[in-house]
């Protein structure tokens, strides 16, 4: 059982644009992670700081997302700005992270979950499809992390937070969602037992299963992409901005020209593969799967910019072998999920193709300049919008 979605036609608010924005700021300054040196690229605990923590700011920016999405016009404006400042916070921490601010960074997560999960919950209800929204079940190793000071055990206890996190919504979505809402009511009503025992005001309120708007999830999950694909749009041009020499002659030029019109046109794609067939509307999909793909995806954008950036910068050289992977990795789980989410198989054998041909890109990335590796994964991305747009067209 599922709680139904509501039909209401809905928008999203200038509140919550505001509020996709400060997270966009938390994003930048997480892709900044991902650069390193041109030469070498990030090294292993930079990229894993990098996913630990835009998976605990992702979280959070989904609590408060479903939490608006439920409230509509009766959210708490106190909560949703001290969420803005709890993430701002931690946006603030990413760069010193993992030498001196990595407390700060846990301590801000778990203040703003306390923040986002107590806003639903005052609401009377819980989201029973994603239920870390209203109970976060991963909290635990977070508070152990702050008498840990090695950075790999400490991002090791923040990843399996966040693991059992999304475990508990994932399958928690699964169980029968009548029982759970049951004992919850049990629950509620021994607590307000124990309070008349007690002589305090007992509060009286049934829980009761919140009702998404499918539609409006739908375009808050799609806006937070073109959001970040306008992030990887502006690492692309400050790369171009700081090359000093644009004057025309040789091949450098025509490589740092393949390297741009190449780059531009594969972001270009990869909006066009989401407004399609990613996340633009209501999906037929349940939270449980929906979210974890939307991780997935804005995640990969984040990694292909970064790699963007430095592809840009030095066109003629070889990419360095983290920045590759990252970005050629990114591009193939990017394409994996829009995928999943079309939902029919036709044409796989060439959707598979455009799948395998960025990690191949990667395998012979050594011989080849940056530009022409921005290329093949332009023609993968390209190659995908194809097929998924031929099919749409023979139906």
Known sequence: MTEPATTEERHASWLEL??????????????????????????????????ALYLAIW??????????????????????????????TMAAAVPHSMDGRADLFAAAYL??????????????SVLLS?????????????????????????????????????AASMLGSRADQSEMLARMNERAEQA?????????EAPDFTVVA?????????ERLGLFVIIVLGEAMLQGVG?????????????????????????????ITLWGLNVRYGFAEESRLPPALVLPAHFVVIASVTTIAAGLGVAVGHPSEHLNGPNT???????????????????????????????ALPLAGAVVSPWLPAAVVVAVMTVAAGGQLWCLFAVRSDK
């Open 130 to 166: 994603w239920t870390a929204a209203s109970q976060n079940a991963g909290l635990v190793p977070w508070i152990v992390s702050f008498w840990v000071n090695d950075p790999w055990w400490k991002l090791g206890l923040w990843l399996f937070g966040v693991a059992m996190t999304m």
């Open 18 to 51: 505001f509020f996709d924005l400060v997270v966009v700021v938390a994003v930048n300054q997480l892709a900044h992670l991902l650069h390193g040196d041109a030469h070498h690229g990030p090294d292993g605990l930079d990229i894993t700081t990098f996913f």
């Open 111 to 124: 203040i703003t979950n306390a923040v986002g999960t107590g806003a639903f919950r005052s609401s009377g």
């Open 59 to 88: 979280l959070l920016w989904t609590t408060f997302t479903l939490y608006s999405n439920v409230a509509a016009d009766k959210v708490h404006l106190r909560a949703m700005f001290f969420g803005m400042a709890g993430i701002a």
């Open 210 to 218: 919140a009702h998404l708007n499918a539609g409006h999830l739908g």
């Open 192 to 200: 307000r037992r124990r309070a008349s025992k007690g002589r305090r």
């Open 325 to 355: 992977w990252l970005m050629c990795g990114g591009l193939a789980a990017f394409l994996l999920v829009v995928n999943l989410l079309a939902a029919h198989t036709r044409l796989w054998p060439l959707r598979a193709l455009a799948v």
């Open 239 to 267: 790369a171009v901005a700081e090359i000093e020499d644009w004057r025309p002659g040789g091949v450098d030029e025509w490589l740092l020209r393949l390297a741009m019109v190449a780059g531009f046109l594969l972001l």
